[in-house]
């Protein structure tokens, strides 16, 4: 029947197992000591280091969200990551070879914020990890982390340089405004103590009073004006802008648990024997055993 057939052939492969079980041996005991060889070597050379980003929410300049900002989503810094232009200076600033962080850099989306006019934005962290030390981990990680908000916030640092021009302007117009206020009102003194006629007090003071009221009156609506172009400027640095919220400190990764890694060498090492015993009985069958108390033939 095939149920007999199917076990008699089961049997077979038990009988060719137990007949080579030192190949199954060997196998696991290659097994384990290889896991513990590449255990030890590789594990405390590993390190990791990952650098917390703010990717940034710009806003255009009347006010409005920019609507979905392909500089504040993480595939963005992922894509960038993997470049070679900016692996290369990062692995430089890390004292690395140019290629060495090709492999060994990722970007992943760890939560989300709320950012510019309530909405959410995503936290990203950028991770190094391959064999370094901690320190060059970290330094490569920061400076990745670095290149990649600085490509981010190209809208917004034209927006803030512009914001900064405009009130450095105001602040000079003030300035100016406020120095003419006293050069005026240092003339206007003079002529107090000159030995003038009243009517040339009054020639000589009219002008000049009237001058001293309007560099009085724009320089007091012009101040009114700096506070907001100030405010405009932190919101887009504070806000707006994309920045590094935790910069990266190296790490050793932590050895994987030694009964785990133990238990998968076993399993590996007696399917490999398994089947190395197995096909070794049908290279070299396994020689039948001869009774020596069998009766001699006539």
């Given amino acids: 029947m095939r149920g007999a057939e199917q076990e008699i052939d089961l049997r077979g492969y038990i009988e060719r197992v137990i007949a080579r079980w030192w190949i199954v041996a060997i196998c696991v005991i290659g097994a384990v000591v290889l896991s ?13 280091a990952a650098t917390t980003v703010f990717l940034g929410q710009p806003v255009t300049p009347n006010g409005s969200l920019v609507a979905n900002p392909l500089s ?3 595939l963005y810094a992922a894509a960038l990551a993997r470049q070679a232009a900016y692996q290369g200076p990062a692995a430089e600033a890390a004292g690395l070879d140019a ?3 090709k492999g060994h850099v990722s970007v992943e989306l760890i939560s989300t914020a709320v950012g510019a006019k309530g909405t959410s934005v995503p936290l990203a962290q950028v991770i190094v990890q391959g064999p370094f030390t901690p320190a060059q981990s970290a330094d490569a990680a920061n400076a990745l982390a670095e290149s990649i908000v600085a490509e981010a916030n190209r809208y917004t640092d034209a927006k803030r340089d512009n914001a900064i021009a405009a ?16 050069e005026t009102q240092s003339r206007l003194d003079e002529l107090a103590q000159a030995p003038l006629t009243p009517a040339e007090r009054a020639s000589l003071t009219t002008p000049l009073l009237g001058m001293l009221q309007y560099n009085s009156n ?5 101040a009114e004006q700096l506070p907001g172009l100030q405010a405009q400027v932190e919101y887009i640095e504070n806000v707006e802008s994309g920045r590094i919220i935790t910069p990266a400190k190296g790490a050793k990764v932590a050895p994987a648990s030694r009964q785990f890694s133990l238990l998968v060498a076993i399993v590996l090492g007696l ?5 190395a015993a197995v096909i ?5 069958p396994v020689r039948p055993v001869i ?3 069998a009766p001699a033939g006539p």
Avoid at 280 to 284: D, G, K
């Fill in 36 to 48: 513990y060889a590449l255990s030890g070597t590789e594990d405390r050379k590993l390190t990791r």
């Fill in 271 to 275: 399917v490999v024997g398994i089947l």
């Fill in 167 to 182: 009130r450095d302007a105001l602040q000079a117009r003030i300035d100016e405004l406020a120095a003419g206020a006293e």
């Fill in 280 to 284: 070794s009985t049908v290279v070299r």
């Fill in 99 to 101: 290629n060495a962080l």
């Fill in 218 to 222: 724009t320089e007091a609506l012009l």
């Fill in 291 to 293: 009774d020596s108390d």
């Fill in 72 to 74: 504040s989503n993480p």
